[in-house]
């Protein structure tokens, strides 16, 4: 019998194009390292609020960097990312508080598809194209009802405090904890050093099991 898997926490929020890189990179890899993946629907905006921060693309060059930035990172990590038309109205007018609310829900009914809903919602935000996560009309209804009850909105509110305790001052942050310590890291780019830390193998953002079905 092998050493048991590591736990990887990663904390996310669906208006992050950098949450969605790290997304897609540790799902690859969940069944190549030895690691229990844990999925933590999170909210931004409580985040940069809690630490001061604030979005990236609210100073004129960092937005115009983000773009070119998620844009070949995108393609690097090979996954449809495009910026919306109306990115700003999305950014500070609409939020993310009802999405992140939703995967909520779905994380405490139905958490076996979480990656998929979750990756629709990032679809629908950051891509032209939409997948569909395989979710009933009826099942979808019944979590859109449940996203202003309080037990999801305690939920939601916990698994940021608990990213802030962390020490989050943006999203994604990837939490592994190994051999009774823990280690945070933030961004998308982090995944070599995560590798380095399990003593597991990097082979890119596409491994090549993952490639041949690409």
Known sequence: MGPLPRTLELFYDVLSPYSWLGFEVL?????????????????????????????????????????????????????????????????????????????????????????????????????????????????????????????VKNKLKETTEAACKYGAFGLPITVAHLDGQTHMLFGSDRMELLAHLLGEKWMGPVPPAINARL
């Open 27 to 151: 799902c690859r890899y969940k069944n190549i390292w030895n690691i229990n993946l844990q999925l933590r629907p999170s909210l931004i905006a409580g985040i940069m609020k809690d630490s001061g921060n604030q979005p990236p693309a609210l100073l004129p060059r960092k937005a115009q960097y983000l773009r070119n930035d998620v844009r070949l990172l995108g393609q690097h990590v090979q996954i449809p990312v495009q910026f919306p038309k109306d990115f700003f109205s999305v950014i500070l007018e609409k939020g993310s508080l009802s999405a992140m609310r939703f995967l909520t829900a779905v994380s405490m009914e139905h958490p076996e598809m979480l990656e998929k809903v979750s990756r629709e919602l990032w679809m629908r935000v950051w891509s032209r194209a939409a997948e569909k996560a395989g979710m009933s009309t009826e099942q979808a209804r019944g979590l859109l009802e449940k996203i202003s009850t309080p037990n």
